[in-house]
């Protein structure tokens, strides 16, 4: 039987909700929706550790984070794993290609990919004049090499004045042409048009937008400014403290404190977004035009989400629906996956780890005994089962670090600096503005899930529980020594 093409669209920063088939109410997403419509919505879908390095090392290994070693942010540490998404699917057959971002470690590391047109955007740390000279992003990054050749030496996506991590916004200021967006559309159509027809591919075509800087072109703007926007969600237990301190620092983790300017961040975002959506747009005629549609398998997800200014905060790495909650489904063209229940929803608990054991899965090959994710493939045929019940997600962030436990219909939250618990009904309260932790009755319920991260955090190195109980306090870094081992 001959095996299905895939091509799997992963994006950064992308928030659950905002997309048109996500019920968000400004947000439009005409392509994706189309997508969305045709196959199976995983509604419940997470990054365990929601930042770009540790989301994207359960990605490519299936592994979860205390397999993988990345329990937050820390850059320069190679990626030594045996088995990889690509590598196992390269040894399946396939022909594999990832267009964009890998945010991996030395640069130009493939991970088991045949062949990597990388962009991993603006990143400050592949920039620096210690950085050495094979390693600076201004030498190994494909985009910025192009960007160069375009547009003269002193062309980048700094010209905007925006940082990687700002919530500040305004549009691109170059020809749409030359935006990191197209430019990932546009590698992914010449890896088509270059392709070996007899051989099955693997596309990963890996966008860096929405992540910041917020700098979509003009048009994309002008279809959000003159809305009446959402405005943020803030629970009841939020405080402004962290606000009043820094909500006037341009790449701060609160987000602004002017409101005009959230609302600017909000059109940036959205703008970035729809721009993204009709990018795939030109992605998915081209397969329709070149006769690969009916043949392929689509995957569609993100690293994680984007706070948007929810609960006084902004990016990611915390433990709340706008960081954590991440889009994923499931389509295909009508040769291939004759299962696929389209237009259906499941409600069971996935994650980043499932995708590499999915993949595998739909290529027919061997999942290997270190993946921990299983496979979402037989749920496209019977969304309506429990495949998880719940989910330990967790990041390293000095302060705000966290654990947390999350299920179809509630989550539960540890602060381990602090010892500081919440409790969220996410069935009656999905923006998580009212804290139930001391509600006499959900305390059952929150003995359960306290008790799920006991059992998820015994044997951990930093001795955040003895096996009965939780033990705040602890030393906590972003990497365990799994992440180090070759």
């Not at 609302?263 to 990018?279: F, K, M, N, S």
């Not at 009904?425 to 009212?434: F, K, N, V, Y």
Request: net charge negative; hydrophobic share 35%.
């Amino acid at each position: 039987m001959k095996k299905p093409n895939i091509v799997f669209i992963m994006t950064d920063q992308l928030r659950a909700d905002c997309l048109g088939y996500a019920g968000h109410p400004d947000v439009k997403t005409p392509y994706l929706d189309s997508l969305a419509s045709k196959g199976v919505i995983f509604a419940n879908a997470y990054s365990a550790c929601p930042s770009c390095i540790a989301a994207r090392a359960a990605l490519h290994t299936g592994m979860e984070q205390s397999h993988h070693g990345r329990v937050g942010y820390e850059d320069g540490l190679p990626w030594n794993y045996e088995h990889t998404m690509a590598g196992e699917l390269s040894k399946a057959g396939y022909y594999t290609e990832c267009v964009g971002k890998m945010h991996v470690h030395p640069l130009r590391n493939y991970l088991g990919f045949n062949h990597v047109d990388l962009h991993d955007g603006y990143l400050h740390c592949a920039r620096y004049g210690s950085v050495p000279y094979r390693e600076s992003q201004f030498v190994a990054d494909d985009y910025f090499h192009w960007l160069k050749q375009e547009l003269g030496a002193d062309a980048d996506v700094t010209d905007t004045g925006i940082d990687c991590n700002s919530w500040v916004a305004r549009p691109w200021t170059h020809e749409e042409k030359y935006h990191p967006t197209n430019w990932v559309t546009d590698r992914s159509l010449d890896f088509l048009r270059r392709r070996d027809p007899r051989q099955p591919f693997f596309l990963m075509a890996s966008y860096l937008r929405p992540h910041p800087p917020f700098d979509a072109p003009q048009h994309y703007f002008d279809l959000y400014s003159g809305k009446d926007l959402r405005p943020p969600f803030i629970g009841s237990w939020e405080t402004d403290e962290y606000l009043k301190k820094d909500g006037r620092i341009f790449d701060s983790k609160t987000g602004p404190i002017d409101p005009e300017l959230i609302r600017q961040a909000q059109i940036g975002y959205y703008a970035c977004i729809t721009h993204l959506d009709h990018q795939i747009g030109r992605l998915i005629m081209a397969l329709i035009e070149q006769e690969l549609y009916d043949d392929t398998v689509f995957i569609f997800t993100a690293d994680h989400g984007e706070e948007l200014s929810d609960h006084h905060m902004f990016r990611k790495s915390r433990p709340y629906e706008g960081s954590c909650h991440i889009p994923l489904f499931i389509t295909a063209g009508k040769n291939v996956l004759p299962d696929l229940k389209a237009g259906s929803i499941c409600h069971t608990i996935a994650e980043l780890r499932d995708i590499m054991p999915t993949l595998l899965d739909i290529a027919g090959a061997e999942i290997p005994s270190s993946v921990d994710g299983e496979s979402l493939l037989p749920l496209t045929g019977e969304p309506e089962k429990a495949q998880r019940t719940w989910l330990h997600g967790e990041h390293s962030y000095g302060e705000f670090s966290n654990h947390w436990i999350v299920t179809e219909t509630d989550k539960y939250i540890w602060h381990p600096r602090t010892g500081q618990e919440q409790y969220f009904d996410l069935a009656a309260d999905p923006h998580e503005l009212t804290d139930l932790i001391h509600e006499p009755e959900k305390q059952e319920r929150i003995s359960i899930l306290r008790g799920h991260l006991i059992e998820a955090l015994t044997g951990r190195p930093e001795g955040f529980t003895d096996g009965t109980k939780l033990i705040a306090g602890r030393p906590y870094g972003p990497t365990l020594p799994s992440a180090t081992q070759p």
